[in-house]
């Protein structure tokens, strides 16, 4: 049996223990706006020599590993995260093929992280992800209700059925949370309404400087 000591450190449950919502305890966030264009960032660019970073806003539209340091040492990137115009909570994976206490327990990280930033001034904006009907019972909580939400369906049009999850999931984000504005990164499929920021995804931008003979 691990000593006390080691298990209060355990899971960042050292450096802060957020009073939770919810049958799991998800740590709550707060509404932030939009409230100007600038551009969007990937994690994996951020952390490194990222000019102007008052211009622009992070997101975690990547792999999960290239993102998981933020999560073993968050406080290593707190003071670069504050320099940015906003922050995304991190886009941990809850696909649905995962076992679903694997799932709650990204969704609980990425709300760790995300309350944990906005206590030490981030402007922070929710991501919302979803695995199946299902996930409803619990991936909702802890987000805040109108303000700015982010999403992507990148890897969620490539068939009928992740196309149909995408939009089941999309349909009850905005019923239960009611968003100001919705940051979109990647393709937006027409049925998915509301205020929508579009930001192109990485793999769209390849593909088009490809096009234009880069």
């Known amino acids: 049996m691990a000593n006390k000591e080691s298990s209060i450190a ?3 449950l050292n450096r802060r223990i957020f009073p939770g919502v919810g049958e799991y305890g998800i740590p709550r966030l707060e509404a932030e706006t939009f409230d100007g264009n600038c551009e969007f960032v990937g ?3 951020a952390r490194g020599n990222c000019r102007n970073p008052e211009k622009k806003a992070v997101h975690f539209f990547i792999d999960d590993y290239q993102f998981d340091a933020l999560w073993r040492n968050v406080d290593r990137y707190v003071d670069k995260l504050r320099q940015f115009q906003y922050v995304l909570t991190p886009d941990f994976s809850t696909y649905t093929d995962f076992p679903k206490a694997i799932q709650i327990y990204n969704h609980y990280r990425k709300h760790w992280v995300g309350a944990y930033l906005q206590e030490y001034g981030c402007r ?7 695995s199946t009907p299902e996930s409803y019972a619990w991936c909702f909580d802890g987000e805040p209700e109108g303000g700015t939400l982010a999403v992507s369906s990148v890897g969620c049009m490539n068939s009928a059925e992740k196309r149909s999850l995408f939009l089941s999931g999309y349909a009850a984000m ?11 990164y990647g393709s937006v499929p ?8 579009r930001v192109r995804a990485f793999s769209d931008k390849f593909k088009e400087a490809v096009c234009d003979g880069w």
């Open 10 to 12: 355990y899971e960042n």
């Open 43 to 45: 994690f994996n660019y």
């Open 124 to 130: 922070v904006i929710p991501t919302i992800s979803w």
């Open 174 to 184: 905005v019923e239960r949370l009611h968003p100001e504005t919705i940051i979109f």
């Open 190 to 197: 027409e049925e998915c309404k509301g205020n929508i920021v």
